[in-house]
């Protein structure tokens, strides 16, 4: 006989814990992120969040089919923090820019679980909500569909590409941080001109700059180039298609 299938809110536990906690998801991903704060991506076992939640680890997989799961929860709840609060002004370039500073400022404020998690699609709700939004932003704008989805694309990947490159930089050890930052002073700023004469000019720029994210510069450049291509559509005659 096949076994009954229980209900997922039935399988969640509702009494305390040993201290008197109820436990939810969004209680085990808020633990999951300190965790990865305090021990890096190594240290999330469910060993350790059963500790850090006085449970069981057994009681973890009421809520989660298993770490795996997790993490995408996790990167989905960074992506709800992003979105927090956000509201549209209608204005597509400006609301695309809030968003993408949103979520890659979200990412970056958890480094170690930016980094196990800006590579995956969770399929979650915040995920959802958030790629509607952009694809109802550029839409409403006037994209045609083929472009709509080729900005979003761009920008969506260009948004956690920054936010996982700059999140390896800030999970490095603080004196390995500093000493990489150190070497636009130390090593470029002194580099003669006879040799390598367009980085000594470059210099003083190149020691203010790179010790800074090139994500809203990157984000600037790309709405631009969107910005150009609207107008261009708008410009041209017929069915006002641009090749890709």
Not at 27 to 40: D, F, S
Not at 182 to 190: F, G, I, L, M, V
Not at 205 to 226: E, G, K
Request: charged share 25%.
């Amino acid at each position: 006989m096949p076994k009954t299938v229980v209900p997922e809110e039935k399988r969640r536990r509702r009494r305390p814990t040993r201290s008197g906690t109820v436990l939810s998801e969004r209680l085990i991903v808020e633990a999951a992120l300190r965790l990865l704060r305090e021990h890096g991506s190594s240290g999330l076992t469910a060993r350790r969040l059963g500790l850090a939640l006085d449970c069981d680890p057994s009681t973890l997989y009421r809520y989660f089919r298993g770490m795996d799961e997790l993490t995408l929860a996790i990167g989905d709840a960074l992506i709800g923090a992003a979105l927090r609060g956000w509201e549209p002004t209608g204005r597509w370039r400006d609301d695309l820019h809030a968003i993408g500073l949103r979520i890659h400022a979200a990412y970056v404020a958890h480094p170690q679980a930016a980094q196990l998690t800006a590579s995956r699609v969770t399929g979650r709700a915040n995920e959802l909500a958030a790629d509607e939004t952009v694809l109802d932003v550029l839409r409403t704008a006037g994209f045609p569909l083929p472009e709509t989805v080729r900005v979003y694309h761009a920008f969506i990947d260009q948004t956690l590409a920054f936010a996982a490159l700059d999140a390896a930089s800030l999970a490095l050890p603080r004196a390995s941080q500093r000493a990489d930052d150190a070497k636009w002073a130390s090593t470029y700023a002194r580099l003669p001109a006879t040799t390598h004469p367009r980085i000594a000019e470059a210099a003083p720029l190149l020691s203010a700059r790179m010790v800074t994210s090139a994500y809203p510069t990157a984000l600037a450049m790309l709405l631009d180039s969107a910005a150009n291509t609207l107008a261009r559509l708008a410009a041209a005659p017929g069915d006002g298609r641009v090749s890709a």
